[in-house]
């Protein structure tokens, strides 16, 4: 009887070669209970919010108001995260010596440069064991401590390729340290 071995799972991000150069690809984390609980719970909070808008309408209270501001931020992050996991990617991209970290999700982007003479320490970062793999992205805002890349930039610590394991992490390390300063890495 021949040894069954475990199949060896493929990595999660894309390398994409482009005009520019070369890119990472690195979709966005998806957790399946958020995934199943945000619809549900936007149902609810816009049936809230509805009828917030209705009594608004009906009779004007200042309370109301701040109500429904607190509302549409939190029907925001929501929705947003929901748009995120299904739509949203990291790209790690190489511009001759510098790298371009962009978060991008539904056509929206934002983009940090960073120059690749003043990147020092890339290495993976440790990820939390489980049940504490779960950290709160919010994408679109730098300088996270959430990623299983990290380097050091001037005074400050980054972090990418949030919801990458060490190993996926080590091999993106590998890649970039070929193509960057000797000293980043």
């Not at 209705?54 to 029907?75: D, K, R, S």
């Not at 679109?140 to 400050?156: E, S, T, V």
């Not at 980054?158 to 996926?168: M, N, P, R, T």
């Amino acid at each position: 009887m021949g040894a069954r071995y475990e199949p060896v799972h493929r990595e999660r991000f894309v390398v994409e070669t482009t005009a520019e150069g070369e890119r990472i690809r690195i979709k966005a984390p998806r957790h399946i209970f958020v995934m199943l609980f945000l619809p549900f719970w936007l149902v609810l909070w816009t049936l809230g919010g509805i009828a917030a808008m209705t009594q608004l309408l009906t009779n004007f209270e200042l309370f109301l108001v701040v109500w429904l501001c607190a509302w549409a931020l939190g029907w925001c992050a929501a929705a947003g995260t929901l748009a995120w996991m299904f739509t949203g990617a990291e790209i790690i991209a190489v511009r001759g010596r510098d790298i371009e970290i962009a978060h991008t999700a539904l056509g929206l982007s934002r983009r940090w440069l960073y120059q690749g003479a003043q990147i020092r320490n890339l290495s993976v970062a440790p990820q939390p064991a489980w049940p504490f793999q779960f950290r709160w992205q919010v994408p679109f805002l730098a300088n996270q401590r959430n990623g299983a890349l990290k380097f050091d930039y001037g005074p400050r610590t980054l972090y990418v390729g949030a919801g990458l394991d060490e190993g996926e992490a080590r091999m993106i390390v590998e890649r970039l340290g070929r193509i960057l300063p000797s000293a980043a890495a």
